[in-house]
Structures are given as structure tokens and as C-alpha cells.
């Protein structure tokens, strides 16, 4: 990929990320104060798309891009490939914004997972001359869960143009695309690209099980989304099986981490470990969470409460996904690395796990029906920080 191109790509991703936080802190203005312009759902489906879209496929398809190194076969149609994608996000945030669920943003989210599926298949061709790779396995298991991932939003789609609700079929739906995003394409794809950093360390010893574990993990790992659907018990053993696979996985991850623990400490910088180390706790309590929720009534309890389905939503995204993707830029050079960079790289870690803390304390006050004063104001104040960190990090992105 040409120099230029990479700066562009990075500088655009910090943008789009500074974007979500706008929309996610106009969202907590309009829930704790009176704002009548937009409606609340458009601006939820705009920042939800566009978040994924702009912000964390389009860092991972760069990312993986990168990852090809300078024997890339291809590297103009990724270019084009990537800016598609961009376009079909700021198209799907514009639309969404205006019109909500309607032909335009449909139009637009179709071609963003076309855009997906293209991707992908060249993607898996370039692979081929990497097959002794460990990532190898880990990049093409996450554009195979991407895709996979898209028959919800189409099955969603659907639903609306046909103006078919049901609501367990919406709710599966919805939860199909969050689940093989989250669990899927998102989570390959970053444990691949820690693995590739690995991999060129002294002494770096790959177990392929690792692998395995997560992967035949995941298909099953779907249905603890919807325990609250009455599953019949032979249904039920599969998420068992999941959790069982899952905290295995982990194990192995984290030993594979304290291998090169020594090396992590000493070679990379403590902003790198601030900002990796978090969004590890991210995932261990994700991964936690989803082994505490295979008990039936714990779930049912959790999907109840919007305030901690939202909190658990934002754990995956801003905890673990997005403090690692930040984490991993300073980590290859893409932020520069000034006192005032880092300041923000550091407020917006603090909110995110700040958010985090007031969502699960509304959540779990609203168990005993007990109002926590100020949460909305709470909350907004902290999306504001977070939009004005970010702000801040792609201002002082200037070099020297």
C-alpha cells in the first residue's frame, strides 16, 4: 500500500471515531435534555452503522491490508475497495440521520456488505501465499464470520421493507449481526493481528488449538443471545459447549501473552500497555459475562434492562475492540507519540470504563426499580469528554 494511502486511511479512521462520539454524545443530549432536531432511532441506526462501517471495519480492512506487507498483488483494488467502503458508510450515516430505515440507507448498507464480500474474496487469494502464517487462519475465519454476519441485516432488512415485524424474529435478527461482528469478524481479526506482532518475537511457539477453540466456539456462541427465547434443552447444551470452548481459548490466549510478557514490557511503550492491557479486561469480562448469562434466568434479566444491553454492547465495542485498535496504531507508529496524544489517549480509555460503571450501576439499580440521580447528565458528560478526546487526538496527530 503507497505511504500516502495509509496515512489517509488512519487520519480518516481517527475522524470517523471522533464522528461516533458526536453522534453516541448528541444521543445522551437528547435523553437527559429537550433537543427536537433528529429523530432518537435514526441517530441510533446511523451511529450503530456508521460505527461499525467508517470506524471498525474500515480500520480492520486497512489493518489487514498492511498486514500483506509490499508483496501485495492487489493493492489498487484494496485502495478502491477501502474507499467504497467509505463512501457507503457516510452514505448509510447521512441517510439513516434523515430517513431512518428507508431505501436510501438499505441501498447504501447493501453495498457496504457487497463492498464486504468483495473484499474478501481477494483477500483469501492474497492469503494464499501466506499459508504458514499463524494469522492466516484467524483473517480468514474473521472475513468468513463477516460475511455470515450479513444474513441478519438482510433478514432485517426485509423485515422492515415488508413492514413485517415479529419481535422474536427481529430481536434474533439483530443479534445474529451483533453477535458474528462482535464475537466474530471484530474478535479474528484482532487476535490475529496480535498474533502477527508475536510471531516475529524470539522463542514464539503457536499452538493451533487456539484456534480451533474459538472458532467452533462461535457458531454455537449465538444462541446465548437468545436464551430469552425459550430454546428446547437440546439447544440449550450448545451454549454450554460454547462457554466451555471459549474459557479454554482463553486460557491459551493469556498464556500465550504471559510468554512475552517480558518483552511487552520492555519494548513497548506504556501507552501500548495501557491501552492493549485494558481492552484485554474488556474481553476477559465479555467473555465472563457470556459464561455467567448461560443460566436462563441471569439472561432473561440482562435483556430486560436496556441500560446493561447497552453497557455490554459498548463493552465489546469501545472496551475491547476500539482500545485495541487505538492501542495497536501507536503500537505500528500511526499516532504520534506527544504528551498531548497521549493525554487523550487516556481520558477516552478513563470514559469509556467510566461509561461502563454508569451503565451497569443504572442497569442494576433498575433490578430494585431504584432511579440513580444525574446518570443521563453523568453520562452525557462523559460522551462529551470522549467526543473532546478524540477531537484532541486527531488534532495533535499534526507532525512536528
Not at 487520519?11 to 453522534?23: M, P, Q, R, T
Not at 508475536?198 to 436464551?227: N, Q
Request: hydrophobic share 55%; charged share 10%.
Amino acid at each position: 500500500m503507497e505511504e500516502i494511502k495509509k496515512d489517509v486511511f488512519i487520519k480518516l479512521g481517527l475522524i470517523n471515531l471522533a464522528i461516533v462520539a458526536f453522534i453516541g454524545t448528541l444521543m445522551r443530549y437528547k435523553i437527559g435534555f429537550e433537543f427536537p432536531y433528529f429523530s432518537q432511532k435514526h441517530l441510533l441506526h446511523g451511529h450503530s452503522h456508521f460505527a461499525f462501517s467508517g470506524w471498525v471495519s474500515h480500520m480492520l480492512f486497512t489493518f489487514l491490508i498492511l498486514f500483506l506487507g509490499n508483496q501485495i498483488q492487489n493493492s489498487k483494488l484494496f485502495n478502491k475497495l477501502i474507499v467504497a467502503n467509505l463512501f457507503c458508510a457516510f452514505g448509510m450515516l447521512i441517510a439513516f440521520l434523515i430517513q431512518g430505515y428507508g431505501s436510501i440507507s438499505i441501498t447504501f448498507s447493501s453495498l457496504s456488505i457487497f463492498i464486504g464480500y468483495i473484499f474478501a474474496y481477494y483477500y483469501y487469494k492474497e492469503l494464499k501465499e501466506r499459508r504458514d502464517h499463524p494469522s492466516h487462519l484467524w483473517f480468514k475465519a474473521a472475513l468468513f464470520f463477516n460475511i455470515l454476519s450479513s444474513l441478519g441485516t438482510f433478514y432485517l432488512a426485509y423485515m422492515m421493507v415488508t413492514k413485517n415485524l415479529e419481535q422474536h424474529a427481529y430481536l434474533a435478527s439483530v443479534y445474529f449481526y451483533l453477535h458474528f461482528q462482535y464475537s466474530g469478524w471484530f474478535f479474528f481479526a484482532i487476535v490475529g493481528l496480535i498474533i502477527s506482532k508475536f510471531s516475529v518475537l524470539p522463542g514464539f511457539v503457536y499452538k493451533p488449538s487456539l484456534f480451533y477453540l474459538f472458532f467452533i466456539s462461535c457458531l454455537p456462541a449465538y444462541f446465548l443471545s437468545i436464551l430469552w427465547a425459550d430454546l428446547p434443552w437440546h439447544l440449550y447444551l450448545l451454549p454450554i459447549f460454547a462457554v466451555v470452548l471459549q474459557l479454554l481459548g482463553l486460557f491459551g490466549l493469556l498464556k500465550m501473552i504471559k510468554t512475552h510478557w517480558q518483552h511487552i514490557r520492555q519494548h513497548w511503550a506504556i501507552t501500548v500497555q495501557w491501552l492493549l492491557g485494558m481492552a484485554l479486561v474488556a474481553l476477559i469480562i465479555k467473555l465472563l459475562l457470556q459464561t455467567g448469562s448461560v443460566i436462563p434466568e441471569i439472561s432473561k434479566l440482562a435483556f430486560g434492562f436496556r441500560s446493561i444491553v447497552i453497557a455490554y454492547l459498548h463493552l465489546v465495542l469501545l472496551g475491547f475492540t476500539t482500545l485495541f485498535l487505538l492501542g495497536y496504531m501507536k503500537l505500528e507508529g500511526h499516532i504520534v507519540s506527544n504528551t498531548k496524544t497521549i493525554w487523550a489517549l487516556i481520558i477516552f480509555t478513563i470514559c469509556v470504563f467510566a461509561n461502563e460503571l454508569v451503565l451497569t450501576l443504572q442497569g442494576v439499580a433498575s433490578l430494585a426499580y431504584i432511579l440513580i440521580p444525574y446518570a443521563n447528565e453523568m453520562l452525557f458528560a462523559i460522551s462529551a469528554i470522549m467526543f473532546l478526546s478524540m477531537i484532541g487526538l486527531v488534532y495533535f496527530q499534526k507532525k512536528p
